[in-house]
């Protein structure tokens, strides 16, 4: 491990003599001297990686980005970026951030959208599991979403769509998260291959409309009924008007009850859970669904 770092250590400053310490290199950067200097950076976060020294490699892939860019190698700049990100993700996220919207900056001038859409998901990504901030996922999943929609790409817009829709409904966004639900189970209902999937986005929207009103979630499971008449019989249209009866009941005893019985036989994830425990703290009783 010592020894590659080592050797990392001593391609760094040969490459970084080759560009003259970084002062007048413009001359030979599309010459051989550039090339070799790239090179030699590119090796030596080979090395660091092999060292696990992750914040070295990724700083010796953005020079070697920093002199693809230099010299008008613009793909091959922003795969440099996106390599360093990938040795940054495991040491510092918000590096490996700053690196991925500098391949995206590269690629959107390039118009390679799709390739901006899919970092730009993974940014989103890192901002929900590593820098846990999900106003910025969302922001970043809907311009993945924008991207992947203008290149034609309707199952991974929709993908992060929904994404947008589960984290601004647990930012308590209830109108913004039942408009995305709505547009994607609508548009689901348009093919025989995706129309099942419909029941699960109109239950998620009738959730978020639950931490609402309930007077509101009863006349969408109406239209949504109306939709897709196959959601009337099923057990989460069910469980929607027992829920909705329990409030205007105020029975908050009836509305344990009937999540209860829901979860066991199909287990809820931790987003319904969390959702329903809003509603159900309204009804002023413990909030423990289960």
Request: charged share 30%; proline share 1%; hydrophobic share 40%.
């Amino acid at each position: 491990m010592e020894d590659n770092e080592k050797k990392a250590m001593d391609l760094m400053a040969e490459a970084k003599r080759k560009t003259g310490g970084g002062k007048g290199f413009f001359g030979f950067l599309t010459g051989s001297r550039g090339e070799e200097a790239v090179e030699l950076y590119q090796r030596a976060a080979n090395l660091f990686k092999m060292a696990k020294k992750w914040s070295s490699a990724g700083h010796a892939f953005c020079e070697a980005a920093s002199l693809h860019l230099k010299s008008g190698t613009r793909h091959e700049a922003a795969t440099s970026y996106v390599d360093a990100a990938t040795c940054y993700r495991k040491s510092d996220a918000n590096e490996a951030i700053s690196c991925l919207l500098k391949a995206i900056e590269i690629y959107t001038d390039m118009g390679r959208f799709t390739m901006a859409a899919k970092h730009h998901q993974t940014i989103a990504e890192l901002y929900e599991t590593e820098v846990l901030d999900l106003e910025k996922a969302i922001q970043h999943y809907e311009k993945a979403a924008d991207y992947f929609k203008g290149e034609e790409s309707s199952s991974s817009a929709n993908k992060c769509m929904l994404k947008v829709a589960q984290f601004a409904a647990q930012l308590e966004k209830y109108d913004r998260a039942i408009q995305i639900y709505e547009q994607v189970a609508a548009n689901s209902l348009e093919s025989s291959l995706l129309k099942y999937s419909a029941k699960e986005y109109f239950f998620r929207s009738l959730i978020c409309h639950l931490c609402v009103d309930a007077h509101n979630a009863q006349i969408a499971l109406q239209k949504y009924e109306e939709m897709y008449p196959a959601f009337q019989d099923s057990r989460e249209a069910k469980l929607i008007k027992s829920l909705i009866g329990c409030i205007e009941e105020q029975n908050a005893d009836g509305f344990s009850e009937a999540v209860k019985n829901y979860d066991t036989v199909s287990r809820m994830d931790q987003w319904y859970t969390t959702l329903l425990l809003r509603v159900k703290k309204g009804l002023n009783e413990n909030p423990d669904l289960r």
